[in-house]
């Protein structure tokens, strides 16, 4: 068999170097690594003027216990064969050899396709993986089943921003300008005077970014706007969704009800007629209907600020002032994609584009709307002049695909009828689950459903280089490379920093990279040459770089060769005019620049979504109440958001999402009123519970966290504790035992993991111990 990985280990003489130092980049950063004895020492690099705390986690993973080293096979698949089944943790594995893997399951793949078709095999495949743009996994399994098996079921949108992903291109034509590309960090520091922040600018958020970016500019440009006077208003239930150092106005809202309030200040501009006539004709569409709307002359509701006072709990005089305020000075609204990760989370979005449109700033420099600032690291920054290849993907022979979120759903009910954006379709009949990347037991809702769809399979295909949850339940585990065992370039199009992403450790292990395993695969499936064409890892980084390169040179730049570049270890690439990007064009020009929008212009009211007649849904923004309110059995509202020591679920073993825990256990935080009640005192181990399942934390309790709330973060991997009960406790902290699955509208069919309710107490029973990192158990075949 051969193997690029040990080729390249060959080739560079990669290995652990004491003194060496090595440049490298993960989604949290890009960093410079030394061995000091078993852990690595990290530097982050020199331009970062608030590098992530996350990096910690780096040090000391590479030979952790939950690292999978061989290929290992679910006894059972391997005793009774494919099929449906459920698929318990605790389950007992089988380590196999790698021709014995590749084998089984390239029979297995040949089995499914040539009996169902290749619209049989879900490769959706979402998740984070790790950064790098040859590695990336999502791009190495699309490629491998393209070319080697003629397709795959695929999935659109992200859990992140399932809502704003289809709403957005519906009424302003784009998703990636709006939120990329828009307001940006420099323009805020300078100009704007007033920061109206729905769900916060989260620094744990902006920390992250796909691909990695060499410099964290976020807290540094709001303590640069403050200290010139710019006044920061946060609508969010919890302190630190902006920088705890800042001066901030803190609004504590009843959750999920953004949009009201968002609402009653469109309404307070238009009555008091403070509002932008001349922009809203001139770059926008339906605002007529949208102003009967807020007068209640459709349906006798008025929408001004003592309504949304009401639902709300924000005095109205509040919602008056700020939005009197937004017309006052440059003013800037954002919103986090947090908001629309909840039930109707199309609204808020909606809601806060109609406001800003009102405003009339949108394209000045500093002002106007910029949906998704600071939710991610690689939003509020100018673009990159060059674009850094990615790995082609080939071509997907199969056009069936599901609303990321909706996995379940298809599992459980193929061949059901849903709605999402307009059609009316249906799930496909999936038999085989590919997954390299990604941790669904980690990111998908409601898992005890999860897991009962994730016994329809016949079998299910999991790369990995960590014993996560979906691995323990997965027929076929492939031991995936770490990052930090393999080259790579690092680029992201809101970064200058093209990374020589340098090979650190040998694969611990048997660990190969998902190129390696999907090369072989396709050797297997006669199609090895039309996966790799002939390339090495090395020859498809040289064919990026040399790619970017040319386009350097092309513009004037002048770029170093592959061999000088990967000596040095970065290049600094040319940035585009910051210039507002989109809505500054549009702005400067609507008829030149129109958007792509059936007007060409913003659309306050869409005609196409009205025409879809969806009930959760209508043809402009109005509020809705969260259809899962606290009741008197579960009295308080859960906030499931990002950790803000660790990326997702990513190195949750890793030596500073460790630190941050309390006695294993993952961290709940909740305000001194419902603690009290509860009697729970700081560091107590409490049991968070709904009808859907049940988790183990430690309390923290602080101001920081509005009454009636707890705060859970995402990330901590799943360990249930009994398999068999009716509703499932996790030992460790994972909120989405306890999260709703159901999509926020029909329009999008986004996940709603954000917002749910529970119970909570203080356990004193005896404290299982955390085994969530515990590999399974292994037995002889
Ligand atoms: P990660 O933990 O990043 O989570 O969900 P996602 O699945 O992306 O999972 C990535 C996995 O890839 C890890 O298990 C890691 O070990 C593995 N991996 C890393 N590198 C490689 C590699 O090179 N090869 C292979 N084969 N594997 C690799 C994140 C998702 O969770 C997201 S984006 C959001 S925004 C959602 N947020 C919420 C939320 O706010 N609230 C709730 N309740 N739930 C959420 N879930 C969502």
């Not at 009401?310 to 109205?316: K, T």
């Not at 909606?350 to 394209?363: E, H, K, P, R, T």
């Not at 674009?387 to 022979?397: A, E, H, K, M």
């Not at 504790?721 to 509208?745: K, Q, Y």
């Amino acid at each position: 068999m051969r193997s690029n990985t040990d080729a390249a280990l060959r080739e560079n003489g990669a290995s652990r170097e004491e003194g060496r130092e090595f440049t490298h980049s993960a989604h949290w950063g890009v960093f410079h690594a030394r061995w000091n004895g078993d852990k690595l020492d990290i530097r982050p690099h020199r331009s970062d003027p608030a590098p992530s705390p996350m990096l910690r986690n780096l040090r000391d993973v590479l030979t952790h216990k939950a690292r999978v080293r061989k290929p290992a096979i679910r006894k059972a698949w391997l005793d009774n064969g494919p099929g449906p089944q459920r698929r318990r943790f605790g389950d007992e594995f089988v380590e196999v050899s790698w021709d014995e893997a590749i084998r089984l399951l390239g029979d297995d793949l040949n089995r499914v396709v040539s009996t169902y078709g290749p619209q049989a095999i879900y490769g959706g495949s979402y998740g984070w993986a790790s950064a790098g743009r040859f590695h990336h996994a999502q791009s190495q399994i699309h490629r491998f089943l393209n070319v080697a098996l003629g397709g795959y079921v695929k999935s659109v949108n992200s859990y992140s921003a399932g809502a704003s992903q289809v709403l957005l291109p519906r009424v302003i034509g784009t998703f990636e300008e709006m939120t990329r590309y828009n307001v940006t960090w420099d323009m805020i520091a300078e100009h704007t005077d007033v920061v109206v922040s729905f769900g916060g600018m989260a620094v744990r958020n902006s920390m992250v970014a796909s691909g990695g970016v060499s410099r964290h500019v976020e807290p540094v440009a709001m303590r640069q706007a403050a200290a010139r006077g710019a006044v920061f208003h946060m609508f969010s239930p919890l302190r630190d969704d902006l920088p705890e150092d800042l001066p901030v106005v803190w609004h504590r809202l009843k959750v999920g009800t953004d949009t009201a309030i968002i609402l009653g200040m469109c309404h307070t501009l238009l009555v008091e007629d403070l509002h932008d006539k001349a922009f809203l004709g001139r770059y926008c569409v339906g605002f007529d209907k949208f102003a009967d709307q807020l007068l209640g002359k459709t349906d006798g509701i008025v929408r001004d600020a003592d309504w949304a006072a009401r639902h709300s709990g924000i005095p109205a005089e509040t919602i008056r002032e700020i939005a009197r305020s937004l017309v006052r000075g440059r003013s800037l609204i954002t919103m986090a994609h947090a908001l629309q990760r909840a039930r109707f989370g199309e609204q808020p979005v909606w809601a806060a584009l109609a406001l800003a449109s009102m405003v009339g700033q949108i394209g000045l420099p500093g002002g106007g709307y910029n949906y998704a600032l600071g939710s991610l690291g690689h939003t509020g920054r100018p673009k990159v002049k060059v674009d850094v290849p990615s790995l082609p993907q080939g071509t997907n022979g199969v056009q069936d695909f599901i609303p990321v979120a909706r996995i379940a759903d298809m599992l459980l009910n193929p061949g059901a009828p849903y709605h999402y954006n307009g059609e009316l379709r249906h799930y496909p009949d999936i038999k085989t689950v590919y997954w390299a990347g990604g941790n669904p037991f980690h990111h998908h809702q409601d898992l005890k459903r999860l897991q009962e769809a994730f016994a329809r399979p016949e079998t299910i295909v999991v790369h990995e280089h960590s014993w996560t949850a979906t691995a323990k339940v997965a027929d076929i585990v492939l031991p995936a490379t770490m990052t930090l065992e393999r080259e790579d370039l690092g680029a992201s199009r809101a970064d200058p920093l093209l990374v020589a992403m340098h090979q650190i450790s040998q694969p611990v292990g048997q660990a190969r990279d998902d190129y390696d395993i999907f090369s072989d695969l396709a050797d297997h499936l006669g199609k090895r040459e039309a996966f790799t064409e002939g390339r090495s890892t090395r020859d498809w980084l040289r064919l990026f770089y040399d790619d970017a390169r040319r386009q350097l040179i092309d513009l004037g730049i002048e770029a170093p060769d592959f061999e000088t570049f990967w000596e040095i270890g970065e290049l600094e690439l040319p940035l585009l005019p910051d210039d507002g990007g989109m809505f500054g064009r549009f702005r400067r020009d609507p008829e030149g620049h129109r958007l792509a929008t059936p007007s060409g212009k913003i659309e306050i009211f869409s005609e196409t979504i009205a025409s879809f007649g969806y009930d959760d849904c209508p043809g402009m923004p109005d509020f809705f109440p969260c259809d899962e309110q606290p009741t008197a059995e579960y009295p308080l509202t859960v906030i499931a958001n990002a950790s803000a020591t660790r990326l997702h679920s990513q190195l949750d073993y890793g030596e500073y999402s460790q630190s941050l825990k309390v006695k294993g256990r993952e961290v709940m935080r909740i305000n001194p009123v419902d603690a009290a009640a509860r009697n729970i005192s700081d560091g107590d181990i409490v049991r968070c519970f709904n009808h859907r399942g049940a988790c183990l934390y430690a309390a923290r309790v602080t101001e920081e966290v509005m009454p009636g709330v707890i705060h859970l973060p995402t990330g901590a991997w799943y360990d249930p504790l009994d398999d068999n009960a009716e509703t499932p406790t996790c030992m460790h902290g994972n909120p989405n035992v306890l999260t709703r699955d159901i999509g926020t509208s029909k329009l999008a069919q986004g996940c709603t993991g954000q917002v749910s309710i529970a119970q909570c107490e203080r356990y004193d029973g005896q404290l299982p111990p955390v085994a969530a990192f515990d590999p399974p158990r292994f037995v002889n075949a």
